[in-house]
């Protein structure tokens, strides 16, 4: 296993993410029997990063989680736990709830802790003066109940920028979601440089991008197929069949990124554990020949358009639109796996989400890319009227935050 060392803690740079665990359509139950077989076997091949949160799976991840490692001593792993500061819509008892989430993990402190995923619409929650977040946060921290406070992060660039230098010294780490396409399309390789420059130790999230870098289309798998005989060096522990698989290479594209600590993959199957298990047993650096083949295969995936972000179309919008931020939002609803497009959106002022956008085509005239973006952001305005609203899974997880707090009171 490769670990990465953080403040005199040794992780496991393989983290076992615990938000698709396989669960009873009918019931919703969880099967822990599996969960437990996976952990198992994950904790022989030297895992010891556990990362839960407390909506995952309507709160049943947090508790599968601490059955499954009851099974061994608490000095021999790592928790990392997250604050719903995204789902609140009014003021809570932040302690309670952190007490609660404690209490379902069954530990009396978090190794890692995380304000659950910040946006350019969750911030205003997050440091509101009101909800009291990060100053009750930061007790939990200093009565030793959070050994290592983090964020995950979900926004652009310029608001990770402001966000860190506003509370500079807060945070330990960053959570944010970093892959091979992302590295463009998300402009992930900006943030990654951010929270390096911040002297934090960056996470990542959706290595595979929920999946879709983990199985390719055919024809672009088989330009990694094409590249295995130049792998002969990495063992193939009687598995030559199947690896180096799909995900192995997105792992790899991470792995030797200077500052990233943990690699949280969200396995739901044993073939998936043996898998990662092979990538993270030994430092395996992406050739040249690799990389290159890796950013061709993003370039086939993205469906969306080619913005620089060069800004060369702003200073004449007559509606003052930032252009690159929405269509960034465009090509990231294009390869939706979450709601976070949606939720960027609704952080913005009406006036400036793309139905604002008067189809006037300066912007089109001004672009080196050859972008039609009136088309872009009518497309977009559309995705984002029919995409599922943040605002109804926050009125579902306040149902389940109040029903956790009225059992502790
Ligand atoms: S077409 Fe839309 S985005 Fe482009 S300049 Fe006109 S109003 Fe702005
Ligand atoms: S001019 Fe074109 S490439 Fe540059 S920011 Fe505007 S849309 Fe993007």
Known sequence: MIYRTFKDQKLSQLGFGCMRFTTDPATGEIDQAKVNAMFDLAIKGGVNYFDTAYPYLD???????????????????????????????????????FHVSLKK?????????LMHNITEWSVKYYESEEYHIIPDLLQMKKEGKIRNLGFSFHGGPELLEAFLTRHEGQFDFVQIQLNYLDWTLQDAKTKYEIIVRHGLGVWVMEPCRGGKLAVLPENESA????????????????????????????FRFLQNLPGIKVILSGMNEIFQVEDNLRTFREEWPLTAEERAVLFDIAENLKKGVPC?????????????????YLLQCYNDFKFATTLAPSMRLDGLDEEKRPAACIGCGQCSRACPQGIDVPA??????????????????VKLRQKIIQKDLGKES
């Not at 990495?234 to 192995?248: K, V």
């Not at 620089?308 to 690159?324: Q, S």
């Not at 872009?376 to 899974?393: G, I, R």
Request: aromatic share 12%.
């Open 308 to 324: 620089t972000a060069c800004r060369y179309c702003c200073a004449g919008c007559p509606v003052g639109l930032d252009i690159p």
């Open 105 to 113: 993990c069954r530990t009396d402190y978090f190794d890692f802790y």
């Open 223 to 250: 330009k990694l197929k094409a590249l295995q005989r130049d792998n002969s060096s990495m063992e193939t522990a009687g598995n030559a069949e199947a690896f180096p698989s799909d995900a192995s290479y997105a």
């Open 59 to 97: 709160g049943k991840s947090e508790l599968a989680m601490a059955e499954a490692l009851s099974r061994y001593p608490r000095e021999s792993y790592y928790i990392a736990d997250k604050f719903p500061g995204h789902s609140l819509t009014a003021p809570i008892d932040n302690i309670a709830l």
């Open 376 to 393: 872009a952001l009518a497309e977009l305005a559309q995705m984002y009227e029919k995409a599922p609203h943040w605002s109804e899974q």
